[in-house]
């Protein structure tokens, strides 16, 4: 299989060869006016008979596609009104698509399946009393999860998980200490906050303020703004915050 992307990056072909006989055909196009971003080549499926794995924002969000491999057919796998941030895993004996999302929170990451056959809605495993940005290194058989959770606030936290029940085993890296010493650099939450751009755009900020900060005073701003599309540098998680104290 050779995925061809023009220079624009405004179409993006799927095509099956055959070395041997030096044919090719193509099995499968996404095209937008304004840009189609590369896709890696994931399979899914049995050995003998396998699909494609596709991300693309072909419906309007960057959603996972299942493409049949020899009609080039597309099979929407998560329902939902997101984008799908990133694939941790699959479980093929189980059915199950594991992916990273946050449909009604952008400034935070939590772990969603949803089955490979397309049927239903994604469900959240994630706990919902857990805020914050998390990320999974799930096992084949999607039975475990090494969880990295933190927020502003917490460092990362990692520990091994059940799933999908999502229940904490054993506790890797608690980080403590660290916490300790990021309570005392942090005596106040973070604000979150957000800004009104064009055409009824808003974006997301974050801010810091200083220990015992006085608002009648003057202080000098710090500001750190770079995304990149589909990028966020504006998150509920530690990393964030590291960056920002090291900019």
């Given at each position: 299989m050779i995925e061809y992307l023009d220079r624009m990056q405004q179409s993006n072909k799927l095509m099956l060869t055959d070395a041997t006989k030096g044919t090719?055909?193509?099995?499968?196009?996404d095209t937008d006016k304004a840009w189609v971003d590369v896709s890696p080549l994931s399979w899914i499926g049995s050995a003998a008979e396998?699909?494609?794995?596709w991300l693309s924002e072909r419906d309007g969000w960057l959603h996972a596609w299942r493409v049949d491999r020899h009609t080039g057919q597309t099979r929407l796998?998560?329902?939902f009104e997101g984008d799908v941030i990133a694939v941790e895993g699959v479980d093929l004996k189980g059915?199950?698509?594991?992916?990273?999302?946050?449909?009604?929170?952008p400034l935070r990451a939590y772990l969603y399946r949803a089955?490979?056959?397309?049927?239903?809605?994604?469900?959240?495993?994630?706990?919902?009393?857990?805020?914050?940005?998390?990320?999974?290194?799930?096992a084949p058989d999607g039975r475990w999860a090494v969880h990295t959770m933190s927020t502003f606030s917490q460092p990362n936290h990692i520990e091994v998980v059940s799933l999908p029940e999502h229940k904490a085993m054993r506790t890797l890296v608690g980080n403590?200490?660290?916490?300790?010493?990021?309570?005392?650099l942090l005596p106040t939450q973070p604000e979150f906050?957000?800004?009104?751009?064009?055409?009824?755009?808003?974006?997301?900020?974050?801010?810091?303020?200083?220990?015992?900060?006085?608002a009648t005073k003057k202080y000098p701003v710090?500001?750190?703004?770079?995304?990149?599309?589909?990028?966020?540098?504006?998150?509920d998680s530690w990393a964030d915050c590291a960056t920002c104290f090291t900019r």
């Open positions: 090719s055909r193509v099995l499968f196009e396998p699909d494609l794995l796998l998560t329902k059915g199950w698509l594991y992916f990273e999302a946050s449909p009604q929170e089955r490979l056959d397309g049927q239903g809605s994604p469900e959240r495993l994630t706990p919902a009393d857990q805020p914050g940005t998390h990320a999974y290194n799930i403590e200490e660290l916490a300790a010493k990021a309570k005392a906050f957000t800004v009104a751009v064009a055409n009824g755009v808003t974006l997301d900020g974050w801010m810091i303020k200083p220990p015992n900060f006085d710090l500001t750190y703004v770079y995304g990149e599309p589909a990028n966020a540098t504006v998150r």
